[in-house]
């Protein structure tokens, strides 16, 4: 099965959603989306989330699934939107419990906050298989970049997250609470024992040297091209390499408020009495 994919991509934060259909039942799935969101006033939108409506109506599908990857530190989700103008299920690896666990102290979240992850409508094992139209979807569990990140196998296609990005941009860091470069290694190696021709979409480009964001590669490109984890490079050197590159990297800029809604499946925190809901901002900590 080779799925129909539409990427949407939301240059604000580099990140590139999806809508995958089998182009036969008009059902389809949304991985990955965005919430606009301004740092500066606090204040969200709808644009990039409202693209993908627009589209998604004006193809008459259903939309059955809406997919996290993890629970990512670089945007907000805009799944409950979605949700709410299209229907379908909110899905994320079941392992999220983890890092709302660990975030739930960073933030100080309180008891209001469940870390079982029941925010989520659907909690995905590792290998389970749903059903969207004619196409079947296998959750891989991929982590490393967090312990909770997953990857979607539709058809010949693997939505990696941020397992790894274009060739010429290499892999994810590991440096976020969980993260382990020795068990990205063992991930990305997962996903490149699949057949050359295999597609991969990433879930961020940021255009390196210039050139044109990219998101679609193929096993095949990145065994022979990645930069960081191509079949030459061992897994001794990987974790060397990336336990030195990630002390050099600045925190993402949406990190705080992206973790804290994100990890309530995309919900804002519960309004206080003024109606007004808040974010925390922890002082060193991070």
């Known amino acids: 099965m080779k799925p129909i994919v539409t990427a949407f991509f939301h240059e ?21 989306s965005v919430l606009d969101y301004d740092p500066k006033s606090g204040r969200s939108s709808t644009e990039a989330a409202d693209e993908i409506i627009a589209f998604i109506q004006e193809q008459g599908y259903v939309v059955d699934w809406i997919f996290e990857t993890h629970v990512h530190a670089d945007h907000l989700t ?8 299209l229907g379908g299920t909110i899905g994320i690896g079941a392992n999220v419990t983890t890092v709302q666990k660990v975030f739930t102290g960073v933030f100080n979240a309180g008891p209001g906050m469940a870390v079982d992850g029941t925010q989520f409508d659907h909690l995905l094992k590792d290998r389970d298989v749903l059903e969207c139209g004619d196409l079947k979807i296998e959750t ?13 196998v ?3 296609a693997v939505f990696v997250g941020d397992t ?17 470069a020795a068990s990205l290694y063992a991930s990305i190696r997962k996903i490149l024992s699949m057949p050359d021709e295999t597609r991969l979409f990433m879930c961020h480009d940021y255009g390196p040297g210039g050139r044109g964001y990219a998101w679609e590669t193929t096993v095949g490109e990145q065994k022979a091209q990645n930069i960081h984890v191509n079949d030459a490079v061992s897994q001794d050197a990987f974790v060397k390499m990336r336990s030195a590159r990630d002390k050099e990297l600045d925190m993402p800029v949406l990190i705080l408020p992206s973790v804290q809604v994100n990890m309530r499946a995309g919900h804002f925190p519960e309004p206080e009495e003024n ?12």
């Open 12 to 32: 604000p934060t580099f990140t590139v959603s999806y809508v995958v259909t089998d182009g036969n039942s008009g059902h389809c799935s949304i991985i990955d």
């Open 78 to 85: 805009a799944a409950p939107y979605l949700k709410e103008k």
């Open 140 to 152: 891989l569990y991929t982590p490393g970049h967090t312990p909770a990140c997953v990857s979607y």
């Open 154 to 156: 539709i058809g010949d």
């Open 164 to 180: 790894m990005f274009m060739p010429d941009f290499g892999t994810a860091r590991c440096d976020f609470p969980g993260g382990d």
């Open 275 to 286: 109606g007004v809901s808040y974010l925390k901002i922890p002082l060193d900590t991070l």
